[in-house]
T-cell receptor
């Protein structure tokens, strides 16, 4: 079983809609969770970090964590074409051992 | 946020030569650095994890004698691609982290072997 799993997509949503990106992880002891965005040909950039159960909101982005279900998600409200990118879920599974999912490719259509 | 500088951003080399890529954490001490390779339209592939002062841990299938990693200090790690061949052409990315924090990525190095 892969340590961090994401649906590779592509996920396509119309402009203005909510994009929902999901991620599951296998290590129940994981404490830190991150979402990165990667544009084609560029390095990933951090969007959100979340450490405790529940929701964390930052602008149009909301990260949701459920440790019991080993599930972390990212919601993007009012999606814009500029949000089109690959979104990577990352889990710190053992103090400095960071594991990434394969990424979900999101396309926001005007 | 913290800054990780990767150099060079782009390199073209002849087949059979070696290429060194540097990754520096500019404003924090990185206890761990990661090296990734990414082929076009594919996901990040972890190559190795390096901790300062110790040998790197390579992922399965990554040749440690071909991809030499040195993590000499808390702010610098280097990846040397030895005897590069065209199939080594890829986008190489480093990231750095401290204990239980997010990983900060370098800008990436696009290597083309001709």
């Amino acid at each position: 079983q892969k340590e961090v799993e994401q649906n590779s997509g592509p996920l396509s949503v119309p402009e203005g809609a909510i994009a929902s990106l999901n991620c599951t992880y296998s290590d129940r002891g994981s404490q830190s969770f991150f979402w990165y965005r990667q544009y084609s040909g560029k390095s990933p950039e951090l969007i959100m970090s979340i450490y405790s159960n529940g929701d964390k909101e930052d602008g149009r982005f909301t990260a949701q964590l459920n440790k019991a279900s080993q599930y972390v998600s990212l919601l993007i409200r009012d999606s814009q074409p500029s949000d089109s990118a690959t979104y990577l879920c990352a889990v710190n599974i053992d103090n400095n051992d960071m594991r990434f999912g394969a990424g979900t490719r999101l396309t926001v259509k005007p | 946020g913290a800054v990780v500088s990767q150099h060079p951003s782009r390199v073209i080399c002849k087949s059979g030569t070696s290429v060194k890529i540097e990754c520096r954490s500019l404003d924090f001490q990185a206890t761990t650095m990661f090296w990734y390779r990414q082929f076009p339209k594919q996901s990040l592939m972890l190559m190795a994890t390096s901790n300062e002062g110790s040998k790197a841990t390579y992922e399965q299938g990554v040749e440690k004698d071909k991809f030499l990693i040195n993590h000499a200090s808390l702010t610098l790690s280097t990846l040397t691609v030895t005897s590069a061949h065209p199939e080594d052409s890829s986008f190489y990315i480093c990231s750095a982290t401290t204990a239980n924090t997010e990983a900060f990525f370098g800008q990436g190095t696009r290597l083309t072997v001709v």
